[in-house]
């Protein structure tokens, strides 16, 4: 291999590393998002939650949905 070969290899190794340390966290992130909704799934099929929330749980989330607009 000549210089100007080995000098492109650097270069090149060089911005792959710069690129998976850009990469890395982001796909470290979605991993983790998915165990998280993966978990929550869980939870939620696992519950039997068939009743329906009374009036005074419907009305409270209305009106803190419409704060949340508001502001």
Not at 12 to 28: C, D, E, K, N, R
Not at 55 to 61: D, G, I, Q
């Amino acid at each position: 291999m000549t210089g100007n070969q080995i000098e492109a290899l650097v270069g090149m190794l060089a911005t792959f590393g710069l690129l998976v340390l850009m990469v890395l966290p982001s796909m470290i992130g979605i991993v983790r998002e998915r165990r998280i909704d993966r978990q929550i799934r869980q939870v939620q099929k696992s519950s039997d939650r068939s009743t329906v929330p009374s009036t005074a749980t419907w009305y409270a989330e209305g009106r803190r949905s419409k704060k949340l607009v508001s502001s």
